[in-house]
């Protein structure tokens, strides 16, 4: 904040100075008045004006760098109004009242946003526990009738692929709430694995996908969460599933290895692969590469909520391919 700013933002009063001092030396000429006189009168008036303004500059100075030294401090910085002290004037107490409205509205949008966020989460928890049911009945019906027309049709890959995209949604939909909805614990990477494998062996067998699973059995137990895992594991190899060569059956690699004391688990693909301008935004909300757009169907979530979720548990996850020899995807714990 400059003084040279300042004057040039209170001009009006540098101009009630020049009205002053014209009015006084015009009657000091009328009555014959010294010019010593009008001089004394000119050099008094424009001194207290500029020591007046000197003054309330300092003062303006002092509160407005306060505020900014303290919102520069603050990590959230929608509390600056109760950080504001020494307030002594008028146009500060409008200043601190102002923020301090906004400040109050703001946090009721903010709590009347979480309401609604809160209720939608909440109906689409529902709605998925919901639908699940009819999803699971229809999976019952199919292996009771397990006669030529429905594995012609492939109708229980499909009704998989529903409950995977419902379990995607479910998911996303607790994602922003982990810390609630997790218990850490010591996890055994091949019951995890077996466990996915497992569920997904309608697809896999579907797509007469080839399996190399090494190296599980580690002495290292890894500290996390079994359904926020298995969940993350399970995207991984839908993915790799997804992504396979035109015309070749997957092949799919899953090992654990431990480096510098931290266990990882490693998922491999030896499919498509991602172009080297991609890799970098495999994990964006959304994103699902030339792959995703030339005929595998995509939503371009299941990368992005296993970082969101490595994220909240404390996790890594890294990612590399090259186009044409397949991906691989490793989760550090």
């Known amino acids: 904040m400059r003084f040279s700013r300042y004057?040039?933002?209170?001009?009006?009063?540098?101009?009630?100075?020049?009205?002053?001092?014209?009015?006084?030396?015009?009657?000091?000429?009328?009555?014959d008045g010294a010019g010593a006189l009008m001089i004394y009168v000119a050099v008094s008036v424009l001194s207290a004006v500029f020591l007046g303004m000197y003054l309330d500059y300092r003062r303006e100075k002092r509160f407005f760098e306060g505020m900014v030294s303290n919102i520069d401090a603050l990590d959230q910085k929608y509390l600056l109004p109760e950080m504001i002290e020494?307030?002594?004037?008028?146009?500060?107490?409008?200043?601190?009242?102002?923020?301090?409205?906004?400040?109050?509205?703001?946090?009721?949008?903010?709590?009347?946003?979480?309401?609604?966020?809160?209720?939608?989460?909440?109906?689409?928890?529902?709605?998925?526990?919901?639908?699940?049911?009819?999803?699971?009945?229809?999976?019952?019906?199919?292996?009771n009738h397990k006669d030529e027309t429905i594995r012609e049709t492939n109708i229980a890959a499909e009704i998989g692929r529903i409950r995977d995209y419902v379990e995607q949604a479910l998911f996303y939909a607790r994602s922003e709430a982990v810390e609630k909805d997790y218990l850490i614990k010591e996890i055994d990477l091949e019951d995890v694995a077996a466990s996915v494998i497992?569920?997904?062996?309608?697809?896999?067998?579907?797509?007469?996908?080839?399996?190399?699973?090494?190296?599980?059995?580690?002495?290292?137990?890894?500290?996390?969460?079994?359904?926020?895992?298995?969940?993350m594991i399970g995207q991984i190899i839908d993915n790799s599933v997804k992504y396979a060569k035109d015309g070749e059956p997957p092949r799919l690699e899953i090992f654990a290895d431990e480096k510098d004391g931290r266990a990882a688990l490693?998922?491999?693909?030896?499919?498509?692969?991602?172009?080297?301008?991609?890799?970098?935004?495999?994990?964006?909300?959304?994103?699902?590469?030339?792959?995703?757009?030339?005929?595998?169907?995509?939503?371009?979530?299941?990368?992005?909520?296993?970082?969101?979720?490595?994220?909240?548990?404390?996790?890594?996850?890294?990612?590399?391919?090259?186009?044409g020899e397949g991906t691989e995807v490793t989760l550090r714990f």
């Open 198 to 231: 497992s569920d997904k062996k309608t697809v896999l067998r579907g797509r007469r996908a080839g399996l190399d699973i090494h190296d599980l059995n580690t002495d290292a137990k890894v500290l996390s969460d079994g359904k926020w895992l298995a969940f």
């Open 7 to 31: 004057v040039a933002d209170h001009a009006g009063w540098l101009g009630i100075a020049g009205f002053l001092i014209a009015t006084t030396d015009i009657f000091l000429l009328l009555i």
């Open 86 to 143: 020494d307030i002594s004037s008028q146009e500060e107490r409008m200043t601190a009242y102002i923020l301090k409205e906004m400040e109050r509205s703001m946090a009721d949008r903010v709590a009347e946003y979480r309401r609604k966020s809160k209720e939608y989460r909440e109906y689409i928890e529902l709605w998925v526990h919901e639908v699940k049911i009819p999803i699971a009945t229809a999976g019952m019906i199919i292996e």
């Open 266 to 323: 490693h998922i491999r693909d030896f499919g498509k692969g991602m172009k080297s301008g991609e890799v970098s935004r495999a994990f964006e909300k959304g994103f699902t590469g030339t792959n995703g757009r030339s005929g595998a169907a995509s939503t371009g979530m299941g990368l992005y909520l296993c970082k969101k979720l490595c994220d909240r548990l404390g996790h890594e996850i890294e990612l590399t391919s090259r186009e």
